[in-house]
């Protein structure tokens, strides 16, 4: 992949970034991203960043062209509000093996989910910057399927079948 820079906040995605990093990912052919909006999803911030859902407008319509996309800011904001942000912050070591398990997922989903029957989203865009401290996942936006909730848990028949898919991932 050609050198792109790595986005810190969802503030700093643009059209332009944007455009560039899905017709390199093969997603977009013709079309341009004219204006992108982002909002914040989950359970408020993630504890270790933010991730947001992205908006694109397009100049035309494209087939393959995703209407959202959900984007990963591990560490986003300086501002955010995350204790093991500051904890991180404050350990360099730390740091870096937090930026290497950002990595880690992005190598998952390059080299690990298409030899896997395990259902994941679709990776549009993945880069990380272990010496930068960056980090950004544009991931398929699987947001009409049923959330869970990290507070209530969830019901058994649930928890049976993430344990069979990370049973059918180690056994791959």
């Keep these: 992949m050609s050198r ?39 359970q408020e911030y993630g504890f270790t960043g933010i991730v947001t ?21 591990p560490n986003a904001a300086g501002e955010s509000l995350s204790a093991y942000r500051e904890t991180v912050q404050r350990d360099p070591v730390g740091a870096r093996r937090y930026y290497e398990r950002c990595a880690r997922e992005i190598w998952f989903y390059q080299q690990i989910k298409p030899l896997s029957a395990v259902l994941a989203p679709e990776m549009y865009y993945g880069a990380a910057d272990l010496d930068e401290g960056r980090f950004v996942l544009l991931l398929q936006d699987l947001g009409a399927m049923r959330m869970g909730d990290a507070l209530t848990g969830c019901p058994a028949s649930d928890a049976g079948a993430v344990l069979r898919a990370a049973g059918t991932l180690h056994a791959g």
Aim: glycine share 4%.
């Design 53 to 73: 859902r992205v908006t694109p407008e397009y100049d035309r319509v494209e087939p393959d062209a995703p209407a959202s996309i959900v984007a990963k800011f």
């Design 4 to 42: 792109i820079p790595i986005p810190v906040i969802p503030d700093d995605l643009t059209p332009d970034w944007l455009t560039t990093v899905l017709r390199e990912a093969g997603v977009l052919d013709e079309a341009t991203v004219t204006s992108l909006s982002t909002t914040i999803i989950g």
